[in-house]
């Protein structure tokens, strides 16, 4: 039972009491009964006074206080109506409460208003998880409180014409929307897969059916306890596609969404094969591929007309050459210059051009690629005062509703200004520690957001508030100074001290380094971090050498790692090297090959994990890299070596066990990382003839999508083995970089024919590839 | 009309005593309540409810010898009535400004800083400046409509106690959006606008039955 209307009547009941003793109240009749009941002025005074009241209490609850007065187009029409109802019904008493007044009843009428409101209050009054409340169940047609769902289908990102089938029945043809309750009535729920679904690999099915997970409502019907509310679930359908007259193979298909109270909008994305799309799709592929192939050729000083090219391909575009620019940076360099082109941003712009370009992206609040990057381009031009005063009014005026939808494209540009500030010199306070950090506080009690910016005031703030609540976690903190994150109360200025990165926090961490680690190990522990990632804090104060807080923390961590998931040996091991690769020269080649003798090892399970886990070394520079790869190649071959002696195998036998698999991904990471010593090993070992192991290796590395080192393609291009000469073109190929056409230059001349035939058929294809013309290379050309 | 000082301080004297608890009560206070003071502290507002009530009932006890007394004297009830109604902004004054002063200066800043080293101060200075007129605005709502009812309670007419509950009504309203931080802005102006014809309803209301109250 909803007690809010008792709830609601003992601030009536006390402030009746205060008035009876104040005199306000008179318990016995003042006036004889023959006097009338109020005049004009009173009638009048009265009436507006309890028009306005009950108008200002009337919006705020159905509008504000769960009413959903304002959300009518977002229900269902038979929800709407019963609500539409109840609010006529309470605005009818509303203005019998006024003529009740208006003939000298007020007290009637208050009584009426208040009793009606909270009432009104009670019965709108949503349950949990904004479920009907008791009493709408009651009022309002059954089911009708069912949020709306709107499913939307797509196939293959946008393709038009898609038939789709959902258990074996014909839905529509892309694009098509299609309510939650029309869905249901149409497709039957089916506990089997449909006839010709094919079990045998779950992903990609053979046969045209496909599973897929469907986002469906569920009711939750708990009447006695929180009442009628609705979750979103998965279930298992099955779809199939067709365009034309050919049926999509190797199906796939998901959905996502979400929605408000009453409305849920989901959408349903379908993904198949289709030979007459695939076709296109390759084509498309190539078109771009060729387009990038062009910028290498013309070593990545790309005209307009390029850039132009580029921009037919959107998002998807960009983010393939962002993905490309890891390994290439000159992509970087390019993504530059297709922001500027896109903005017209020059650069020797005015700041006034620069606010004029600003104003564009804010209005367009979206800082997706071009925008990001043009804001990265142009922050530095833009007036820094004028920035932080609107931001700063942003802040200020910032309320729930109206956020304006800038305010991310604003950030960008101030937390850029901040990092420039800082890099200048972190020491001195800068506008906008000194005017947005704090306001941040202040006006949205924004503390992450303070903390991210720094500056005097949020490190005062924390720092006090810190000296007033120094337990590092536990319900019995204030709500106030708790911090609700993975799963745990922490302290909220201890939590976000640690995690501040100025010079006044990396004191406070030293100062109050007990409750720091403690903070760490329940940040680690956490059940909510299984996978046992370090807080950044850690390896903040690195400077420190041993006394560096992730260097002593280091033996707490890789125990910790020991239940983290997933459990599997090398994900541990992949774990405890990042972790010591952070440590930058901190750590030794003994802790590196520490990790890999508690790691537990398991040959059997191949060498491809090794690989994974050798992945983590990456980052570390080549003089550590390599010897600890030696190191565990070392092991490796012991642990083969003591196998083949046991079995009574000649030491040299290659009798193949899973350590020698994994002694060659070893080399592998070694190549891959630019040891001239593991090729050249490699290739006197297995790099005779013409399809030879290394051959086939190497064509591995080849393969994947990152470009090899230039290093590789020049140590196989000046190989005595043709066959090696040859797959070094297949990279040149690949990358026709300035460096790799040098060498493409040397192997046309090449003294073995067969090279010399692959050279020329490298350097036609790539001549061809700088002759086509940019208008046959755009995303759709025309008549496509 | 011209402001009668005699007559004023004789207002005055009257209320006088809750002045002078109200103003201590009200300074310590705001002075060394630890939290951020914001528009929807509950201490506050009841002080505010709490005073506004008490200054009504003190101005007027229309049953009370004091009371017929002065309206015996030779003013006419608009010259009583404008110098209660000065006399409620002069009591209201001496209570509300040292309290909002003491924000603004910033002395509760300055307290709060050095002697409680507190992590919001000097930091929620510029925040809690606008929470004074919010108390202010409470004051504005309340004391004319508390005029009102002990002006429509001398009345020759019944149905007095309509007044005293519409007075609690707009209390329970009040609280009732207290109670809720995030109001829209075209909600918040309505608020305003309402108030504002409430705020004078009551005074002209109050200022015309004045003119026929009865003194007993």
Redesign the interface.
């Known amino acids: 039972m909803n007690i809010q209307l008792i709830l609601?009547f003992i601030?009536?009941v006390l402030?009746?009491l205060?008035?009876l003793v104040?005199?306000?109240?008179?318990r016995r009749?003042?006036?004889p009964?023959s006097?009338?009941?109020?005049?004009k002025?009173?009638r009048?005074?009265?009436t507006?006074?309890?028009f306005?009241?009950g108008?200002?209490?009337f919006?705020?609850f159905g509008?504000?206080?769960s009413g959903l007065l304002l959300h009518l187009g977002r229900l269902r029409p038979a929800f709407t109506t019963t609500h539409i109802i109840i609010a006529g019904i309470v605005i009818v008493f509303l203005l019998l409460a006024a003529l009740l007044?208006w003939i000298?009843?007020?007290?009637?009428?208050?009584?009426l208003?208040?009793v009606v409101l909270f009432g009104y209050s009670t019965i709108i009054k949503q349950a949990a998880f904004n479920g009907p409340g008791y009493f709408m169940t009651l009022l309002a047609p059954e089911n009708s409180w069912e949020p709306m769902v709107n499913y939307t289908f797509e196939v293959n990102d946008g393709l038009k014409g898609a038939e789709i089938w959902i258990n074996g029945v014909f839905l529509g043809k892309t694009p098509f929307k299609m309510t939650g309750r029309e869905f249901h009535k149409k497709v039957p729920f089916l506990t089997e897969p449909p006839q010709g679904f094919s079990e045998e690999n779950k992903n990609r099915p053979k046969g045209d059916w496909f599973r897929m997970n469907m986002l469906v409502l569920e009711e939750n019907n708990d009447r006695s306890g929180a009442g009628i509310y609705y979750l979103s679930k998965y279930e298992d359908y099955y779809a199939k596609l067709r365009l034309g007259d050919e049926w999509g193979s190797n199906g796939i298909g998901s959905s996502g969404g979400g929605g408000v109270q009453y409305q849920r909008d989901y959408e349903v994305s379908l993904r198949a094969h289709f030979s007459s799309t695939d076709k296109l799709e390759k084509a498309k592929q190539e078109r771009f591929e060729n387009l990038l192939q062009k910028a290498r050729l013309a070593d990545y000083q790309v005209e307009s007309q390029w850039i132009e090219t580029v921009d037919t391909y959107g998002e998807n575009g960009w983010r393939d050459i962002l993905r490309l620019a890891t390994d290439e940076k000159e992509f970087s360099d390019i993504l530059d210059k297709w922001a500027q082109w896109k903005y017209d941003i020059s650069k020797n712009m005015s700041q006034e051009q620069a606010s004029k370009i600003f104003r564009q992206i804010c209005k367009q609040a979206n800082l997706e690629s071009h925008a990001g990057k043009a804001i990265e381009l142009i922050y530095d031009k833009l007036d820094l005062e004028d920035l932080v005063k609107k931001y700063e009014r942003v802040i200020k005026n910032k309320?729930?509703?109206?956020t304006p939808d800038s305010i991310s494209v604003m950030r960008h540009a101030i937390e850029l200004w901040d990092k420039k500030l800082n890099s200048e010199d972190a020491n001195i306070p800068n506008i906008i520690e000194q005017r947005i950090s704090?306001a941040l506080?202040?006006?949205r009690e924004d503390i992450e957001g303070s903390a991210a910016l720094g500056g005097a005031?949020i490190e005062?703030?924390?720092?006090?508030?810190f000296?007033?609540e120094n337990r590092v976690s536990g319900l019995e903190l204030q709500p106030k100074n708790r911090e609700y994150t993975l799963g745990m109360h922490l302290n909220k200025?201890l939590y976000h001290l640690a995690f501040m990165d100025s010079p006044a926090a990396r004191q406070f961490r030293q100062k109050h380094k007990q409750q720091v680690m403690e903070l760490t190990e329940l940040i680690v522990g956490s059940n909510f971090n299984n996978s046992r990632k370090p807080p950044e804090f850690l390896f903040f104060d690195l400077d420190r050498g041993e006394k560096s807080l992730a260097y002593q923390y280091w033996p707490s961590y890789s125990v910790h790692v020991e239940s983290s998931f997933p459990p599997w040996w090398y994900e541990k091991l992949k774990k405890r090297w990042t972790y010591l690769a952070r440590l930058g020269s901190l750590a030794t080649e003994d802790m590196y090959i520490h990790c890999w003798k508690i790691a537990e090892f398991r040959p059997e399970l191949m060498g491809g994990y090794l690989l994974q886990a050798l992945q983590a070394l990456h980052a570390l520079p080549q003089d550590k890299k390599i010897p600890i790869t030696k190191e565990i190649i070392k092991e490796l071959q012991g642990i083969a070596d003591q196998k083949r002696q046991k079995l009574g195998l000649d030491k040299n036998a290659r009798h193949y066990f899973t350590e020698d698999e994994c002694v060659d991904t070893a080399r592998e990471h070694l190549i891959q990382a630019g040891d001239k010593e593991s090729l050249q090993l490699l290739l006197s070992k297995h790099g005779q003839g013409q399809n030879n192991f290394a051959i086939r290796r190497i064509k591995r590395f080849f393969q994947n999508e990152n470009m090899p080192d230039y290093s590789l393609i020049e140590i196989l291009a000046q190989h005595e083995n043709p066959a090696l000469r040859v797959l070094a073109l297949e990279a040149i190929r690949r990358y026709p970089t300035a460096q790799n056409r040098a060498i493409l230059e040397e192997l046309l001349n090449d003294p073995d024919e067969q090279v010399r035939t692959a050279a020329q058929q490298v350097a036609s294809e790539l001549k061809a590839i700088e002759n086509m013309p940019l208008e046959d290379l755009v995303s759709e050309p025309k008549g496509s | 009309m011209k402001i009668k000082i005699s007559l004023l301080k004789i207002l005055f004297r009257q209320i006088l005593p809750v002045t002078l608890i109200a103003l201590p009560i009200g300074c310590l206070y705001v002075l060394f309540t630890r939290d951020v003071l914001s528009w929807r502290n509950p201490w506050i507002a009841l002080f505010v409810l709490v005073h506004s009530?008490?200054i009504a009932?003190l101005s007027g006890?229309y049953r009370s010898r004091a009371f017929a007394f002065l309206y015996t004297r030779g003013f006419t009830r608009d010259e009583l009535w404008f110098h209660k109604m000065l006399n409620t902004i002069l009591s209201v004054m001496v209570v509300w400004l040292p309290m909002a002063l003491i924000v603004w200066l910033p002395v509760r800043s300055y307290v709060q800083d050095k002697l409680f080293?507190?992590?919001?101060f000097p930091?929620?200075m510029?925040?809690e400046a606008q929470v004074p007129w919010f108390w202010l605005a409470g004051y504005a709502i309340l004391l004319p409509?508390f005029h009102?009812?002990?002006i429509?309670?001398a009345?020759?007419?019944?149905?007095?106690?309509?007044?005293?509950?519409?007075?609690?009504?707009?209390?329970?309203?009040i609280?009732?959006?207290m109670s809720?931080r995030?109001?829209?802005?075209w909600?918040r102006i309505?608020?305003y606008m309402?108030?504002a014809?409430?705020i004078v309803?009551?005074l002209?209301?109050g200022r015309?039955?004045h003119r026929n109250l009865e003194v007993q």
């Open positions: 609601g601030p009536l402030l009746l205060v008035f104040a005199g306000f109240i008179s009749r003042n006036q009964a006097a009338p009941k109020g005049n002025v009173t009048i005074t009265e507006t006074i309890l306005s009241l108008l200002i209490a919006i705020y509008c504000f206080n007044s000298g009843r007020a007290s009637w009428a208050v009584v208003t208040i309320t729930r509703q109206n704090p506080l202040v006006w005031d005062r703030y924390l720092q006090r508030g000296q007033r200025s | 009530i008490t009932v006890r080293i507190s992590p919001y930091l929620m510029i925040r409509l009102y009812v002990w429509r309670r009345q020759p007419l019944r149905g007095a106690n309509g007044a005293v509950f519409l007075s609690i009504g707009v209390v329970i309203v609280a009732t959006l809720f995030w109001h829209t802005l909600f309505l608020i309402l108030s014809v409430m309803t009551s002209i209301a015309i039955l």
